[in-house]
């Protein structure tokens, strides 16, 4: 069975401050890995997917995510964050059968 | 385009009662997904359909719960009768066949009293 782990549950950060979210994956085969986000009052939204070939991915609004296969990890990070990046945060992984298996999630708390 | 829609945006009843959830996948979309997240944990997998088909329906939780998807266009996912531990937010996705990337819908606050 796959499972995720994400190690922050809540993070609280100035503006300006970098980011660096941490997620691990538990799976045996090929992963695909995903970062979701959810600002408040919105729905969940892509951020950044990892599939295949270079392991630094970008993602929308300045974000990026690396994908280190022996770690079995996929941390998100942003140099520098701002007060609109306020949200919660989900790493979430497909391994086989296309089901979606998500970490409980990390809120982000910026402030200005 | 329209992006997935679910309906109704909230819902409270009472235990004992039966609730209907509705989700709406974006057009051409033949993979739809139900998901829920109970307060404070989780989002976790209940089903998927590809087309009108359940693909995969390990994550429904007990019998009380039946999900459809007739035609294979929108999805109904009904609770009857419900329980306390049903309250959670209820999630839809989509994707297409090709593709293992699914867009979400807003979500169901279902709170059962």
């Known amino acids: 069975a796959q499972s995720v782990s994400q190690h922050n549950h809540h993070v609280i950060l100035s503006e300006a401050a970098s980011l660096e979210l941490g997620c691990n994956y538990s799976?045996?085969?090929?992963?695909?890995l995903f970062w979701y986000v959810q600002y408040p009052g919105q729905h969940l939204q892509l951020l950044l997917k990892y599939f295949s070939g270079d392991p630094l991915v970008k993602g929308i609004k300045g974000f990026e995510a690396e994908f280190i296969k022996s770690k079995f990890s996929f941390n998100l990070r942003k140099p520098s964050v701002q007060w609109s990046d306020t949200a919660e945060y989900f790493c979430?992984?497909?391994?086989?059968?296309?089901?979606?298996?998500f970490g409980t999630g990390t809120k982000l708390q910026v402030i200005p | 385009e329209a992006g997935v829609t679910q309906f109704p945006s909230h819902s409270v009843i009472e235990k004992g009662q039966t609730v209907t959830l509705r989700c709406d996948p974006i057009s051409g979309h033949d993979n739809l997904y139900w998901y829920r997240r109970v307060m404070g944990k989780e989002i976790k997998f209940l089903l998927h359909?590809?087309?009108?088909?359940?693909?995969?329906e390990s994550g429904m939780p007990n019998n009380r719960f039946l999900a459809e998807r007739t035609g294979g266009t929108y999805s109904t996912l009904k609770v009857q009768p419900a329980e306390l531990e049903d309250s959670g937010v209820y999630f839809c996705?989509?994707?297409?066949?090709?593709?293992?990337?699914?867009?979400f819908g807003p979500g169901t606050r279902l709170t059962v009293l």
């Open positions: 799976y045996g085969g090929t992963v695909n």
């Open positions: 996705a989509s994707s297409q066949l090709t593709t293992d990337t699914q867009y």
């Open positions: 359909f590809v087309k009108e088909s359940k693909q995969d």
């Open positions: 979430a992984v497909i391994g086989g059968y296309q089901k979606v298996t």
